[in-house]
């Protein structure tokens, strides 16, 4: 039951997390010197640092999300049975209750969605637009023969900007991308909720509502990448026109009606270690889709989780939409980034959904692209506190696949982020001062 209404009256209030803590997990504290030596066999690289090494890890949202003891009880109810489990049939109807998507192929995580639905969609020589590029989004892609085509707004490459739906589309470069190579090269467009690498920066309805209006007149399918699309949702109910009052499972719900099928790694929105699916509505489509998902991850009905799996996942969605929930989530990701910005520190503003992210440019203004600011930003974050944070720049950004030279992408971030129900205030506020001290 939500204690308030989310009125603009009621949000000047204090607010804590909807839960109690019922399991701890102990976390070993470093030495400087132990971090420096752990860094330096790391390679300077945070992905390489084993999490025994790590204090308060941030380095993702991804799969590090505490459960409810709700999901951990469905845990206990999984059906391992290799066809027709119990809980694939829970997993589809929480689908189909809170996206609206009538099939589902379960797979192992997202990027295994992403596999098959390029294989099934993607033609050599197509073209596949989406607002920003996501890494293992643009490769499945790629691998499937296609080309990715960023049609963002502007606004979105620019870490200062404070447009308020960052991951809108810009309708006049779809247009462009759509008159140069024709409806019939473009497979989907490729639309992402809270976009990753812009920041988790929101798309608004309104702009979602126009790009489905202009791939109707030209009989294109939108895919949506449902990863986050929960906290997408919660800046839509804060921040968009006419929105205040529907909640958050409705703002979802319309969001995923305005789509043709979604791709999802459920480690992230759906509050679970290991998972995801593929949802599609078109019949023919799916059919396709479940006969590749036996070759590459499993049976249509477990399609690489395990019962038990499905069953966290089933309920992880439903509260995933909890308002008290996800205003705690995307709060503690506000509470944080106002701690940064008071300091001075330069970040993406406005504040994301799922993490910080530092402006690295900005940051360290003195170092060349291609001596790689973002990461020596990690790296130094890590050996000051033992805080673990992500590289998002031209490491993460690849070579060019032609040319072989760095991407030099004009965003050169280290992403500070939170996992969901893991960490308190006071973690917060010891990273914040870390951060603030290497700054
Ligand atoms: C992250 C993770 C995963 C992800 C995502 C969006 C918007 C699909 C996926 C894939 C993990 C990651 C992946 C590649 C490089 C760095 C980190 N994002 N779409 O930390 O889902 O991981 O389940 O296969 O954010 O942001 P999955």
Redesign the pocket.
Known sequence: MSTDDGTPAQRTRSWAEPFKIKMVEPLKMTTRAEREVAIREAGYNTFLLRSEDVYIDL?????TNAMSDRQWAGMMLGDEAYAGSRNFYHLEAAVQELYGYRHLVPTH????A?HILSKIMISPGDVVPGNMY????RLHQELAGGTFVDVIIDEAHDPTNLHPFKGNVDLAKLQRVIEQHGADKIPYVCI?T???MAGGQPISLANLREVRAMCDAHGIRIIH?A??VAENAFFIKEREPGCADMTIAEIVRAICDLTDGC?M????DALVNIG?FLALNDDDLFDAARNMVVIYEGLHTYGGMAGRDMEAVSIGLHESVEYDHIRARVGQVAYLGRKLQDAGVPIVVPIGS?GVFLDARAFLPHLDQDTYPAQALAAEIYLDSGVRT?ERGNV?SGRDPATGENRHPRLELV?I?LPRRVYTQAHMDVTAESIVEVY
């Open positions: 380095l993702t949202d991804s799969g995580q997202g990027r295994g992403e996501f890494t293992t989004t992402a809270a976009v990753n990448d990863t986050r791709t790694s459920a480690k992230k995801g799922h992500m993460s992403r982020t």
